[in-house]
């Protein structure tokens, strides 16, 4: 029995920083070691939940949420006149570690539907709560805009 072919390579580089990998660390899997980041303008974004333009939270799954809380970094990204593609880091803070793994294939499409095939440095932190009571997660955010040459 044989493995089907995956998807196919997308053509052109996945964002203009360069993505380290480090020889002596396990290899990344949707994430990135280090980024380095050309030179440019760096966007700080502030944390993002499921929340939508009437600051209700949507969702009441990990999914759902992380799906509001994605499309609301483009959203915020895109307001600073940058792309998903100039992402650095993304930090990724929630209610429940092992619901958001347990979530993970499903996460996955949802990833690639708002950044792409791209994967910055990304770290998950577990936390208590957050903000809003009925949020399981926040995305916070950088990027940095590359100084045209």
Known sequence: MTTPPGPAPLPGPMTPHRIVTAPDLAPPSGYAHAVVATPGHTVHLGGQTALDHTGTITGSTIEAQFDQAAANIVSALTAAGTTPA???????????VPTYKAALPALTPLWRKHFGRHYPAIALLG????????????????????TPT
């Not at 100039?86 to 429940?96: E, F, G, K, Q």
């Not at 936390?127 to 590359?146: G, K, S, W």
């Open 127 to 146: 936390v208590t709560a957050l903000f809003d009571p009925e949020a399981l997660i926040e995305l916070v955010a950088t990027a940095v805009i590359p």
């Open 86 to 96: 100039h992402l650095v880091s993304v930090l990724i803070y929630v209610t429940d």
